[in-house]
């Protein structure tokens, strides 16, 4: 008998109507003869209720506390379909972290998962119950209640998938899968029956989002079969695999974007050792993310610097810069909080050349201006004006050849 996890996003279950079809849904599928092990999002937009909570508490609560509180939100829909599923005929049982145990280190708020104990979920199963396991959220060796960070449900289901040998882990979302593009930009994106674990992680972190980043790590470090699919819609979804089956590699696979980033400009900065670390070094100090990075060729032993971050970040960054440039000595600092990242991925981009310079020729044929660059083996990355976005997205995607054709093949 099959065994697979079903993760219900915070959509899936955003109302009592809804939660009764998920526990439909789920009956559907035992009813087929698979063991399903559900794992659980807190009701839609109710982490953000109980966060505004909690701030009104304190402007900084403490981490310890806070988890406390948006943990809250998975124990509330856990319970709530494990009823209905029981009204359905099914048995069914919440599980919260602690009672499984789910352990996690102490990083309050972004906490990670060490060891997941199977014994009671398989148990469980054993007995023909079904368990309904509160997502996001785990305990600590101390035994606080921890959470994974916000979004963290997916890397939830991910991690019971790898620890009970899961067939497949499917996240049923309130999308039909993995798309070229977004939809909402690009008419014609096509969804992809298939996408590598690589690909996938950098679609992921480059701003698609489908999947939380760290749930598709975990899948691909552990092997765990995952499956994007919608919860509402019948539909094969989008599998990501260890690798492309597929006879030939799409050079790229999809394009994504991220909207809300900034950068920022140390112009006129002495080309010695250490300069970076100064500069980057008190920016990660606060917790602020630091992405792309981009260093000028010094003329004169002068040198710019610039680095991008996220827009939500972009004053404090720019705060902190300022006695740095005094520091420094720098010419001038400099921002600018309008700026996009769009990124095109494949993994056929290995065996490819030429696809920096088509990606350069068709944004420059729409006359859009490339501020930054970055590059890995099977991504490009440019950041533009925001304005733009939309635009390079499109063209991008219609250059590469991603698009459905009229007729739909
Ligand atoms: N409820 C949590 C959040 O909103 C976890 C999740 O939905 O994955 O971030
Ligand atoms: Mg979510």
Sequence with gaps: MALIVQKYG?????DAERIQRVARRIADSLATGQRVIVVVSAIGGETNRLEALGLQMAARPEAREMDVLLAAGEQVSSALLAMALTTLGHRARSYLAHQIPMLTNAQHQRARIEKIETASLMECLADGVTPVVA????ISAAGRITTLGRGGSDTT?????????????QICTDVDGVYTADPRIVRNARRMAQVTFEEMLE???????????????????????????????????TLITMENESMEEPIVSGVTYARNEAKITLSGVSDVPGVAAKIVGPVAGAEIEVDMIVQNTAADGLTDFTFTVGRKDYEAALELLKPVRTKLGARALSGDNKIAKVSVV????????????????C???ENINIQMISTSEIKISVVVDERYLELAVRTLHSAF????????S
């Design 10 to 14: 915070g959509t899936s279950v955003g």
């Design 346 to 361: 494949g993994v056929g981009m290995r065996s490819h050349a030429g696809v920096a310079a088509r990606l350069f020729n």
């Design 363 to 365: 944004l420059a044929t």
């Design 135 to 138: 997502g996001f959220q785990g």
């Design 401 to 408: 050849g991603l698009g459905q054709t009229a007729a739909g």
């Design 157 to 169: 289901a991910v991690a019971v998938a790898a620890a009970v040998a899961a067939d497949e882990c």
């Design 203 to 237: 679609l992921a972190s480059l701003g698609s989002k489908v999947l939380h980043p760290r749930s598709v790590e975990f899948a691909g470090k552990y092997k765990v079969p995952l499956r994007v699919l919608s919860t509402f819609e019948a539909g094969e979804g």
